[in-house]
């Protein structure tokens, strides 16, 4: 069974066009995560989201938000959509522990291309 | 700013030697680091952690050392395999959320 799982793998659209992109985790983490990967294999996290609260990279731009319908989703909604945009988004999930930070579990990824 | 990075941005060794990735980190704050393998096409795979507290830890043919006298991050992986052929990225955690700021990878070459 996929642990974390993204769709559409392949995203193509035009510039100016709104998309989303959905995650579902079923290992019942309670944090989720969205990182991009630009063309040069840089992964740079955008946001990290629990049912209490979102910390937002503040280099994201605001047309970047997620949604939580629940707690084994988060989805990554683009408004406006740039040619910059393009790149690989990975949601990550991970279990809360007292130990602190730990392991990220991450999809398979979501290849967006903005013509 | 304070970032993670990596020395080699490729590194290419013969099937059955061992292989050693490292990582360099500036921010004396991070109490986490973890190593992933991605390949070609598939999202980041943990392969091994480690925190602050220790200077070692071992799995299954791979070894993380932490130097935090020098801030130096390494993976060691025994007897590569071709199937060890990846691109490999440090990552640390020093901001609130458990977010990961991630080196910017090494792509480990096996040749047979």
């Known amino acids: 069974d996929t642990a974390v799982s993204q769709t559409p793998k392949y995203l193509v659209t035009q510039m100016g066009n709104d998309k989303s992109i959905k995650c579902e985790q079923n290992?019942?983490?309670?944090?989720m995560y969205w990182y991009k990967q630009d063309s040069k294999k840089f992964l740079k996290i955008m946001f990290s989201y629990n049912n209490k609260e979102l910390i937002i990279n503040e280099t994201v731009p605001n047309r970047f938000s997620p949604k939580s319908p629940d707690k084994a989703h988060l989805n990554l909604h683009i408004n406006s959509l740039e040619l910059g945009d393009s790149a690989v988004y990975f949601c990550?999930?991970?279990?809360?522990?007292?130990?602190?930070?730990?392991?990220?579990?991450f999809g398979p990824g979501t290849r967006l291309t903005v013509l | 700013g304070e970032s993670v990075g990596l020395h080699l941005p490729t590194l290419s060794v013969q099937e059955g030697d061992n292989s050693i990735i490292n990582c360099a980190y500036s921010n004396s704050a991070s109490d986490y680091f973890i190593w992933y393998k991605q390949e070609s096409g598939k999202g980041p795979q943990f392969i091994i952690d480690?925190?602050?507290?220790?200077d070692k830890r071992q799995g299954q043919r791979v070894t993380v050392l932490l130097n935090k006298t020098v801030k130096h991050l390494s993976l060691q992986i025994a007897a590569t395999q071709p199937g060890d052929s990846a691109v490999y990225f440090c990552?640390?955690?020093?901001?609130?959320?458990?977010?990961?700021?991630f080196g910017g990878g090494t792509r480990l070459m096996v040749k047979p």
């Open positions: 290992l019942g983490h309670d944090t």
């Open positions: 990552a640390e955690n020093i901001q609130a959320g458990n977010m990961l700021t």
């Open positions: 480690i925190r602050s507290n220790m």
């Open positions: 990550a999930s991970s279990a809360t522990k007292l130990a602190g930070a730990n392991e990220q579990f």
